[in-house]
């Protein structure tokens, strides 16, 4: 039998706030959590109790450590899905695969990004459709999917994240940006359509966070702009935030442990920034 979340609708304020790491029972599904935010967050939902169906691209004895060893630190079910985020029919099937195998979804993390950086003149064709339809549409299918189950369930929670980059805009990244204003138009759609079904919906917008994305992003933005990597990493990518560090995994964990819990419920069709101030310039 699947154990059932608690539910905290008549606790204090005190109650709800010792409450705000606890998921015990809920499942979370996350896209592109195999490594970087995704997995950071995986693992905060399976340490305080949650279930986790892990999804991204990999060498499949790699995912499989990472899966057997999460569960095996947590105690929590953790499955892996394979699909491919550029098929909405895949990422459907993810979504049932959770509910099949897991009994509920409770939490939605469309997380799943790539990068290609290059002037728009030159920017491969293929990259683009594979950018949008990774970054933008499979959020799209996998909430789609997500939608009836949480109905039927009387809650919900989908977080999106999107970046520093569906605020703003930088050169070189025509596609990822483009992707990302459309997460967050996405996302106050859906908190608007579901805002009376105890089912929230919002973006978290990350600066730049130390992952593998982000390093090959150094050698990307030194090739286009011919700088050296030091002077990448120092005046293009942490340029772009005061405080001149990297945003961390665990940062964000917080802002996603407040978004999911009762505590959140009131945040609707937001758009979180988590950017050193980047955004405030």
Request: charged share 20%.
């Amino acid at each position: 039998m699947v154990q059932q979340p608690a539910r905290n609708d008549n606790a204090t304020s005190d109650q709800r706030l010792r409450d705000i790491g606890d998921l015990g029972g809920q499942v979370a599904v996350i896209s592109g959590s195999t490594s970087g935010i995704g997995l950071a967050i995986a693992r905060a939902v399976a340490q305080r109790g949650g279930n986790v169906v892990l999804n991204g691209l990999g060498d499949a004895d790699q995912i499989e450590r990472t899966r057997a060893g999460l569960e095996a630190e947590t105690g929590a079910r953790v499955l892996y899905h394979p699909a491919d985020m550029t098929h909405g029919d895949q990422v459907a099937d993810m979504v049932a695969f959770a509910k099949a195998q897991l009994g509920r979804v409770d939490i939605l993390v469309n997380n799943a990004g790539i990068q290609h950086v290059e002037a728009v003149e030159a920017f491969p064709t293929d990259k683009w459709e594979q950018i949008i339809a990774i970054n933008l549409s499979s959020a799209f299918y996998a909430t789609r999917a997500a939608i009836p189950i949480m109905k039927a369930q009387g809650r919900g929670r989908i977080v999106n994240i999107a970046s520093a980059h569906g605020l703003v805009a930088s050169p070189f990244k025509s596609a990822y940006v483009a992707a990302k204003h459309g997460v967050i138009g996405f996302t106050k759609t859906v908190a608007l359509e579901l805002a009376q079904d105890n089912i929230t919906c919002n973006a978290v917008c990350p600066g730049f966070v130390h992952t593998p994305i982000v390093d090959k992003q150094i050698d990307d933005q030194a090739r286009t702009r011919n700088m050296s990597k030091e002077d990448v990493l120092k005046n293009v990518i942490l340029g772009s935030q005061p405080t001149k560090q990297f945003v961390t995994t665990d940062q964000l964990v917080g802002m996603f442990l407040y978004l999911v819990s009762d505590l959140g419920a009131s945040a609707n069709g937001a758009s979180f920034s988590i950017d050193g101030g980047w955004t405030a310039q």
